[in-house]
């Protein structure tokens, strides 16, 4: 199987799990299981990453690290998974929020750069309702913001400049955080996160340095997950 083909599957099995919640068992194969699997995995090390959960995250790193790719793999792309192994590795021995979020854009770029090698095109995330100001439920921020930062996730994961300009200028529309926290968190403490991710947000969408991009990504969703630990969720 040609690596086209590989991630041909892949691309039907995201856009599926996008649409449903969940990959299309009927188009599953050997390669294409492998590839969900590791869409899967790289989702929930960000999405535990954002959360703050660091015991869920080092886990899920280490699952990634310790996946053994299939024998069905051309040796193209059996060589790139070297790198997301070694990247997944260094994110499971993060002991803080800041090493874990910086773990997970990582991984993000480094399937970005596979994807790109191949000459893989995903497709762009699915857009949701455009952020807006003031936000008075804390969900609504929590959904609004999550959708913000997937945004700029794709951006690196696909890779796609669409979702990376656009998850930064959601992020900037918003003010950082689109509010719903007052009285959750300190204001002084709120305050300074929406200022650091507005600046953030702004970095991101100036430089199409990827490692620059890696940095400020890792360093905005450390921002999430140090307001999520304080409010425990």
């Known amino acids: 199987m ?9 691309v039907t099995l995201v856009s599926v799990g996008a649409c449903s919640g969940g990959p299309d068992p009927a188009s599953r194969s050997p390669v294409g299981d492998q ?37 069905d793999l051309p040796p193209d792309v059996f060589l790139q998974f070297g790198p997301l192994r070694y990247e997944a590795e ?22 970005g750069d596979c994807h790109e090698q191949n000459g ?5 995330a699915i857009p949701g309702p455009a952020v807006s100001r003031p936000v008075t439920d804390p969900s609504l921020h929590m959904e609004r913001l ?14 796609n400049e669409a979702d990376w300009q656009a998850g930064a200028a959601d ?12 009285g959750m968190v300190p204001d002084d403490m709120l305050r300074q996160a929406a200022q650091r991710l507005v600046r953030l947000a ?11 991009r890696v940095r400020a ?12 630990q304080r409010v425990g969720s």
């Open 171 to 182: 992020l900037i529309d918003a003010g950082g955080l689109p509010g719903g926290l007052e």
């Open 202 to 212: 702004e970095e991101a969408a100036s430089t199409r340095d990827e490692r620059y």
């Open 217 to 228: 990504l890792g360093e905005i969703w450390g921002t999430c997950a140090e307001c999520h």
């Open 2 to 10: 040609t690596p086209t083909k590989i991630f041909a599957a892949l």
């Open 90 to 111: 260094v994110a499971a021995d993060a002991r803080t929020v800041e090493a874990a979020a910086q773990g997970a854009a990582e991984v993000a770029a480094t399937c």
């Open 120 to 124: 893989v095109s995903l497709p762009p």
């Open 35 to 71: 590839m969900t699997t590791h869409f899967e995995l790289a989702v929930d090390l960000r999405d535990h990453a954002v959360s703050g959960d660091l015991t869920r995250f080092r886990s899920t790193a280490r699952a990634l690290s310790t996946l053994e790719p299939t024998a």
């Open 146 to 159: 999550s959708r913000v930062t997937g945004r700029l996730w794709a951006g690196l994961v696909a890779p």
